[in-house]
Nanobody, 127 residues
Framework: QVQLVESGGGLVQAGGSLRVSCAASGGTSRLNAMGWFRQAPGKEREFVAVINWSGNSKYYGGSAAGRFTISKEDAKNTVALTMRSLRPDDTAVYYC????????????????????WGQGTQVTVSS
């Protein structure tokens, strides 16, 4: 079974930057995509970004707004989400997810296509 562990969350001032990471282990050869979702209190889970396993295709949700970048670090078996120009409405628990499905990159925006989820890491942006 795949295990996903997020790290890098914390408190950051508005306008600042933060990088959250997701380390994958256990059966990763069956994975085809890694994505990031976030959930703020009282709101539904929101798609943020996805990258395919080879790292040559990416897709971003509206929440990224050109400010976030997803990347895959093969040497570390890690997927990172680099967030810049952060705003208070970016405050949420950020979840890493992995999918075994073979899909068009935009289809990974749906939470239902993911098979594994991390525990989440809290990102708080102060105003």
């Amino acid at each position: 079974q795949v295990q996903l562990v997020e790290s890098g969350g914390g408190l950051v001032q508005a306008g600042g930057s933060l990088r959250v990471s997701c380390a994958a282990s256990g059966g990763t050869s069956r994975l085809n995509a890694m994505g990031w979702f976030r959930q703020a209190p009282g709101k539904e889970r929101e798609f943020v970004a996805v990258i395919n396993w080879s790292g040559n295709s990416k897709y971003y949700g509206g929440s990224a707004a050109g400010r976030f970048t997803i990347s895959k670090e093969d040497a570390k078996n890690t997927v990172a989400l680099t967030m810049r120009s952060l705003r208070p409405d970016d405050t949420a628990v950020y979840y890493c997810a992995a999918s075994r499905s073979v899909l068009w990159i935009s289809d990974y925006a749906l939470w239902s296509v993911y098979d594994y989820w991390g525990q989440g890491t809290q990102v708080t942006v102060s105003s």
